[in-house]
T-cell receptor, first 116, second 112 residues
Framework: DARVTQTPRHKVTEMGQEVTMRCQPI?????VFWYRQTMMQGLELLAY????????DSGMPKDRFSAEMPDATLATLKIQPSEPRDSAVYFC??????????????FGAGSRLTVL | GEDVEQSLFLSVREGDSSVINCTYT??????LYWYKQEPGAGLQLLTY?????DMKQDQRLTVLLNKKDKHLSLRIADTQTGDSAIYFC????????????FGTGTRLLVSP
């Protein structure tokens, strides 16, 4: 049963600390998305990769957030320095990127971040 | 704009039908999706409909699409307590790459 794996599942940190969230997309999927979910804003798209290349990160605060795909099996989302307003659940999702089900995304279980 | 709108809450009794509504923005969306999120979990695809279809049925789920009004609905027949979750509709924006935009989510509460 193919799944998207995210780590850590939970993270509590203090303001100003660096946070790195990791995602292992489904093998063979060539699109990877990072979403942030909060009660107030709902689901926000932060970054989108196709074939490991960043195509859209317009939803991401550039001064403190960065997203990378060092290889096809790993996507990272880094926040430095973290702030209390970054507290949210961060989801990674991957998709085939082509064919009929191109945009059928499989989501990870999420990383719940709390910044004190 | 990119707002996909849904009502926030829906409460039904077990055994009744649930209808969750969604309005989307991009008339050129090729696919429209319904995802389900259970507590503490990520989103899970329920079903999707191609834009040239008016209706799609999948067991207890019926999706209706009104392209003229940009209105999408999800009907769950014989709703069960296990159907309690947040339901998101999503459209595909053709913005150079196909960007999936989610609605605000509808929290469905099914009472016994």
């Amino acid at each position: 049963d193919a799944r998207v794996t995210q780590t850590p599942r939970h993270k509590v940190t203090e303001m100003g600390q660096e946070v790195t969230m990791r995602c292992q997309p489904i093998l063979g999927h060539n699109t990877v998305f990072w979403y942030r979910q909060t009660m107030m804003q709902g689901l926000e798209l932060l970054a989108y990769f196709r074939n490991r290349a960043p195509l859209d990160d317009s939803g991401m605060p550039k001064d403190r957030f960065s997203a990378e795909m060092p290889d096809a099996t790993l996507a990272t989302l880094k926040i430095q320095p973290s702030e209390p307003r970054d507290s949210a659940v961060y989801f990674c999702a991957s998709g085939p990127g082509q064919g009929v089900g191109a945009n059928v995304l499989t989501f990870g279980a999420g990383s719940r971040l709390t910044v004190l | 704009g990119e707002d996909v709108e849904q009502s926030l809450f829906l409460s039904v009794r077990e055994g009744d039908s649930s209808v969750i509504n969604c309005t989307y923005t991009d008339s050129s969306s090729t696919y429209l999706y319904w995802y389900k999120q259970e507590p503490g979990a990520g989103l899970q695809l329920l079903t999707y409909i191609f834009s040239n279809m008016d209706m799609k049925q999948d067991q207890r789920l019926t999706v209706l699409l009104n392209k003229k009004d940009k209105h999408l609905s999800l009907r769950i027949a014989d709703t069960q307590t296990g159907d309690s979750a947040i339901y998101f509709c999503a459209e595909t924006l053709n913005t150079g790459f196909q960007k999936l935009v989610f609605g605000t989510g509808t929290r469905l509460l099914v009472s016994p």
